[in-house]
């Protein structure tokens, strides 16, 4: 019954693997989402909108009082200046901002370049507007001490390679920074490289900073595209509550950039979810109105993932996973394949035969990268562990994740 655009796509990942980890009652580092709540002021902010009666349809585009609060933080972040009312937009989550963007700005036939491995939804999204995806492949880190424009030991792209995805019939590039599932945070020259091709094929930047708050080294800031010379005018930057403030399930996104990219993204918004959850909206506006607890409460969740970080990343190394340590966001991806029994018996690995098999085997949940290339094979060699969970959760993922290997080394 699935209509041929969306055919292809069958169910996420996600989804797919968290249902799975219920099945088996494993620790389910696959989906990204905490395992601790927010901030108290932000819960205490939505229940007070709940009983204070705001609850019927929000303004289409985003509560005044949270628009205000977004832009006051936007001049705090960039120093520009924007209009609430004409430059941002709230959707529901930053999944709708990426569909709204892209069927509100792009053509049948339009082409959008995308980085892989890239975030699922993505790809949908460009097909449902009909759009045409190009791929430039972020490559795994070699071990030489720079590759490309990107940071040591970070995920890197061939500049030619993008350089030639290009076109005059390029619509919009989508940049995801701090990056899903990488954890890579993109260089000013590579945002440079970047803001340049989009200037002269005219073409529009379209930035998914989810995870802006989240960076773990000094040397690596995220950097906004939009404070880039020249890309305030062409650039859409997408964002959300839910990675800053570990509520993905309020799903509370924005969308911010001149009036006319913000017309083109209501286009769409007004007719996929007319506005977003008045309580929430408005307890986010009153929430984020608090900077101090704001900076506060950002500071002490980075405080506690790079420790998680610290944590899962050194316990797979020990196990023998090869693991590339993120400088964003709150994944790592970690090489298995030179795990026991990783491969299959034509010795090619497979990502996804084994993380379907990790749940019953090992009590642990996670995420085939596969799923996020265009040419898989690209991620099959590859594993997705999540670490935005409690101290105690990563440690019975790393025992039951050590019980598995020694069975693993007996059967050999
Ligand atoms: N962004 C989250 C992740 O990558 C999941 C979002 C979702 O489940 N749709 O794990």
């Not at 200037?199 to 404070?227: C, F, G, K, S």
């Not at 995420?367 to 997705?384: C, H, I, K, T």
Request: net charge neutral; with cysteine; hydrophobic share 45%.
């Amino acid at each position: 019954m699935i209509a041929q655009r969306l055919a292809p796509f069958g169910t996420t990942i996600f989804t797919e693997m968290t249902l799975l980890a219920n099945k088996h009652g494993a620790v389910n580092l696959a989906q990204g989402f905490p395992d601790f709540d927010g901030p108290s002021f932000f819960l205490d902010a939505a229940a007070e909108a709940l009983q204070g009666g705001q609850n019927q349809y929000a303004r289409m585009f985003g509560l005044p009082a949270l628009n205000r609060a977004l832009a006051d933080r936007w001049q705090r972040a960039t120093g520009a200046e924007i209009d609430p009312d004409a430059q941002v937009t709230v959707t529901s989550g930053c999944t709708e901002a990426i569909a709204a963007a892209m069927l509100g700005l792009v053509n049948p036939g339009d082409e959008v370049i995308l980085f892989e491995p890239f975030y699922d939804s993505y790809r949908a999204s460009v097909a449902m507007a009909g759009g045409v995806p190009r791929f430039v492949t972020l490559r795994e880190p070699t071990g030489a001490p720079r590759d490309g424009l990107a940071a040591p030991g970070a995920f890197w792209f061939d500049p030619d390679e993008l350089r030639r995805a290009f076109s005059d019939r390029t619509r919009l590039i989508l940049i995801n920074t701090p990056h899903n599932p990488t954890g890579k945070v993109f260089t000013r020259e590579e945002l440079t490289l970047a803001a340049d091709l989009c200037t002269r094929n005219n073409a529009i930047a379209l930035t998914d900073e989810v995870y802006e708050h989240l960076t773990y080294e000094p040397d690596q800031p995220h950097i906004r595209m939009a404070t880039l010379p020249g890309m305030a005018e062409r650039t859409l930057t997408l964002s959300s509550l839910g990675k800053t403030f570990s509520l993905t399930g309020w799903k509370i996104g924005w969308a911010i950039g001149t009036p006319d990219l913000t017309r083109a993204v209501r286009a769409a918004h007004q007719f996929l979810t007319f506005a977003t959850a008045t309580p929430l909206q408005a307890a986010a506006a009153s929430a984020l109105a608090r900077t101090d607890d704001c900076d506060h409460a950002i500071g002490s969740l980075v405080a506690d993932l790079k420790a998680a970080r610290g944590l899962l990343a050194g316990a797979l190394a020990r196990l023998g996973f090869g693991v590339h340590i993120p400088a964003g966001a709150y994944f790592i991806l970690a090489d298995f394949t030179r795990r026991p029994g990783a491969l299959r018996p034509d010795n090619v690995p497979d990502d996804a035969a084994f993380c379907r098999s990790l749940p019953a085997a090992a009590g642990v949940a996670a995420v085939p990268p596969s799923v996020f290339y265009q040419n898989r094979g690209l991620g099959a060699g590859l594993v997705r562990f999540a670490f935005c969970k409690r101290p105690a959760t990563l440690h019975e993922a790393v025992r039951r994740l050590g019980v598995w290997a020694t069975d693993r080394r007996a059967d050999q």
